[in-house]
């Protein structure tokens, strides 16, 4: 489903960055891979070419049979609707309630307002917090607003899960729970893709684990441990 074919990516600002070196990775459909390394690694650059936030300087990446770089804006919009997205510092609407924060999703998407009804709560009975339908997100503690903004990122059913340092800023017990649901929603089916530097988070998921250091992928390992 996603393929990076010798791909690297170089930034030039006030001085040249290479992020990404000759990158080859394949996720296939249903998979949960984990992509671990340290601040810099390359990690989110790997993220952003997915959805074309940037573009490779070399190689080429696909998405399904499609090369993502070559899409019209048309085409694109509708590839990105395959991608649920979530970050580290949640990106909620203040001003919106969690079911409007959820709503908002659908409505972009043009689902219908029935199916905006049905799927709403469901969603947010599988992350735990449908007891929080009609709080803002202030009145959320930071678990419960990833738990949001999870909720968000799948109620289209995207073919796949994009979860960048998600628990970067919550405490263990909500880390453990993040965690545990991101691997409920691989479970029914949706491919995942974690990024983090978090030992005790690639652990505790025990599936695929790819390393990168300085823009390469140096490990990739299905044993599911951290071992840089």
Excluded: C
Excluded at 4 to 18: H, P, R
Excluded at 61 to 76: H, I, M, N, T
């Amino acid at each position: 489903m996603i393929l990076y074919d010798n791909v690297s990516k170089i930034y030039n600002g006030g001085s040249t960055t290479v992020a990404l070196q000759n990158i080859n990775l394949s996720v296939e459909p249903g998979e949960f891979v984990s992509i671990v390394g340290h601040s810099g690694a390359g990690k989110s650059t790997l993220i952003k070419l997915l959805f074309a936030e940037v573009i490779p300087s070399e190689g080429t990446v696909f998405f399904g049979s499609k090369e993502v770089a070559k899409l019209s804006q048309q085409e694109l919009r509708a590839l990105r609707r395959n991608i649920g997205t979530v970050f580290q510092d949640f990106r909620l609407l203040p001003t919106k309630n969690v079911y409007e924060n959820v709503a908002f999703a659908m409505e972009v998407a043009g689902r219908s307002d029935d199916d905006i009804k049905a799927d709403v709560p469901h969603v947010l009975e599988l992350v735990g917090v449908i007891d929080k339908m009609w709080n803002f997100p202030h009145q959320l503690s930071g678990g419960e607003q990833q738990r949001v903004a999870i909720a968000r990122a799948i109620v289209n059913q995207p073919d796949v899960l994009l979860a960048d340092e998600p628990t970067g800023n919550l405490d263990p017990i909500n880390t453990h729970d993040v965690v545990n649901i991101l691997k409920k929603i691989n479970d029914l089916g949706t491919t995942v893709v974690l990024t983090t530097h978090n030992k005790v988070v690639v652990d505790s998921v025990g599936r695929r684990v790819v390393t990168m250091d300085q823009g390469r992928i140096i490990r990739d390992d299905k044993s599911g441990k951290y071992t840089l």
